[in-house]
């Protein structure tokens, strides 16, 4: 299932980066801050939205919405298509539902193997009081 983000949705801003880049970074504003509203975003199915809202992702606000920040490139073009791309990657991470856990319990083995390993470093401890170093 593909997702079509509608031009009207993003809203793009084109500030200056950061770093080095001679005289050229303080003159063009090369950097793009693109935002994208996931919670009004009428393109997005209920259940996209919900997985995408529920991320615990630093780029995205209290309000919804979705901040990429793109300056890896020197041209404003490039920045561009480089955050149109990490859009599309955080959607689709966000078709896929989440394999349900399924809990399980330790092995009979398992558990002995703990416990053993448990008494024996409690021995170690014990025979380290009883040695006399008078």
């Known amino acids: 299932m593909a997702i079509t983000i509608p031009e009207q949705e993003l ?9 080095p ?18 919670a009004q975003s009428p393109s997005l199915p209920d259940a996209v939205r919900e997985r995408l809202l529920t991320k615990r992702d630093r780029r995205v606000t209290g309000e919804g919405v979705l901040v990429i920040s793109a300056q890896r490139f020197r041209t404003q073009d490039r920045n561009r298509q480089d955050a149109r791309e990490r859009l599309a990657a955080f959607v689709d991470s966000g078709l896929r539902a989440p394999k349900p856990r399924i809990a399980t319990k330790p092995s009979r083995a398992a558990k002995e193997r703990r416990i053993g390993a448990k008494k024996e470093r409690g021995a170690t401890k014990r025979n ?7």
Do not use: Y
């Open 21 to 38: 880049g001679g005289q050229n970074v303080n003159k063009v504003a090369t950097a793009v801050e693109l935002r994208f509203d996931i």
């Open 128 to 134: 380290r009081s009883q040695t006399d170093w008078d």
């Open 11 to 19: 809203v793009e801003r084109f500030v200056r980066s950061t770093g």
